[in-house]
């Protein structure tokens, strides 16, 4: 009953198992919900949507009320003016209220590109978004990667500590019958605690890894098992792959809105040396008990059209255009540098893809023939043709050769995914991943025109 027990049990995990497992694409999708990281980026690009609302409101009235009240005594020289001594020690309070109306009409064509600049940014903010997705996803599948590696590690050093054991006890009983050595019972006892050493050493590792994936995806890993390299998504050439980053990746995408950005807040700074023409209309009502006239209530109002010329403001307004300037070369720049970061990135994982694949024949070769080699010198020592020392070497190689492969396994995986994030397409479109999509437009087209309010588009 003990041993059918032992059997039915894994069997019935493995059997329940699948139904919580989570694949590579689902740690994926789990991040693109829960990390805070990307839904911080999204937060950032709320607050840049704003920006064009705010660039806006050069074009928008301004409106302001005022009211004052003034109180005025009187000393008086009643020797010099004796007509006026039944005002000696009075005095009078005025009160004004008023509404003050100022409309930009002509400000040099500021605001205009004030407003370019900033849709411009939110464009730009865009795609840094979609770069900040794209990282996270990568992040995701390589965490996912990661454990499933330390997993496979963990088993087979698992797997050499079992079979250390037997070694222990075959030493052992091959010395009880006087056909072993002590040293060989030394030999096998000190492999198997140097195995015990390794295995507490991956477990550790594996910890480590599941920490990060917690981190990244936001829940504990279930059911992890050995992904497969995104191949379909993979392009034909690095030309191909470059070309097709160039055109895509949104570093690039980007920067070269950041370019047109940059450009307008020139021709802002421009602006400021041209004229600028405002109207403004004020309506005022005053009321007091002066003893002094009978007009002491009344109403007022005005409409003023101001023409205003800059001639020389310090030398500030050349300043900031140079600056302004010298920030659209920056960020000229800085298009360049994201289009280099993006072949390297290309160029590099490509390469260690395809030497992956390359490395993943070779150690199945080198597994199999280990394993024979293995077989091989445990049978030669039962006939005293090999001796305990070439057991361990032979047993060595073969946990050397499937450790290899389990890293070079990972190193296949991962490089595929750094060849789709690097050309722009680990997205969620491209992935079909099962997430509903954080749509950027919906929050820009709520605040872009807003005229007044205090509450965010979500009602805080």
């Known amino acids: 009953m003990a041993t059918l027990a032992a059997f039915v049990v894994p069997v019935m995990f493995a059997i329940a198992s699948p139904a919580a497992a989570d694949t590579i694409y689902d740690a994926m999708a789990k ?7 990307l839904n911080a980026a999204r937060a950032g690009l709320r607050a840049t949507d704003e ?11 301004q409106i302001s009320g005022f009211a004052q009240k003034t109180t005025n005594k009187f000393d008086l020289n009643i020797a010099s003016a004796p007509s006026l001594a039944a005002f000696e020690n009075q005095g009078f309070n005025s009160f004004q209220a008023g509404l003050t109306i100022t409309q930009q009409v002509f400000d040099g064509f500021q605001t205009l590109n004030n407003v370019r600049a900033a849709e411009s940014s939110v464009y730009s903010e865009r795609a840094s978004l979609k770069a900040t997705e794209i990282q996270i996803l990568l992040a995701a599948a390589e965490s996912y990667a990661n454990i499933a590696r330390d997993q496979k590690i963990v088993a087979i050093r698992k797997q050499n500590v079992a079979f250390l054991r037997e070694q222990v006890n075959a030493s052992n009983a091959r010395l009880d019958v006087g056909e072993g050595t002590k040293t060989d019972v030394s030999l096998a006892e000190a492999e198997r605690a140097q195995a015990q050493a390794l295995v507490a050493e991956a477990v550790f590792q594996l910890k480590q890894s599941e920490a990060v994936y917690v981190q990244i995806v936001g829940e504990m890993p ?3 098992k050995q992904p497969a390299p995104i191949s379909k998504q ?49 309506m005022t009502n005053n009321s007091g008990n002066s003893p002094f006239t009978s007009l002491n209530d009344y109403s007022s109002s005005s409409l003023t059209a101001r023409l205003n010329v800059p001639i020389y403001q310090g030398g500030a307004e050349y300043g900031q255009i140079r600056q302004a300037k010298e920030r659209l070369g920056q960020q000229r720049v800085m298009l360049d ?68 492969m389990t890293q070079t396994q990972r190193t296949s995986v991962v490089a595929s995914f750094s060849i789709v994030a690097a050309i722009g397409r680990l997205t969620v479109e491209e992935v079909n991943l099962k997430v509903a999509k954080y749509e950027p437009r919906d929050h820009y087209k709520a605040v872009k025109d807003k005229w007044f309010g205090l509450r965010t588009v979500d009602g805080r």
């Open 222 to 224: 279930r059911g992890i």
């Open 234 to 282: 993979l392009p034909k050439s690095i030309d191909n792959a470059v070309a097709t980053g160039w055109r895509e990746h949104p570093s690039i995408i980007a920067s070269t809105y950041a370019i047109d950005a940059a450009g307008f807040q020139v021709k802002s700074a421009e602006g400021t040396m041209l004229p600028g023409v405002v109207i403004q209309g004020q």
């Open 337 to 404: 540098s994201a289009r280099l970061e993006v072949q390297k990135t290309i160029v590099s994982a490509m390469a260690q893809y395809e030497a992956a694949q390359a490395q993943i024949s070779a150690i199945n070769t080198q597994i199999r023939a280990a394993n024979q080699a293995l077989n091989g010198v445990i049978e030669e020592r039962k006939v005293g043709q090999a001796t305990t020392l070439d057991v361990l070497d032979a047993q060595s190689k073969v946990l050397n050769a499937q450790e290899s």
């Open 31 to 37: 991040a693109y919900e829960n990390n805070p990281d």
């Open 51 to 61: 920006g064009v609302a705010i660039a806006k409101a050069g074009w928008r009235p």
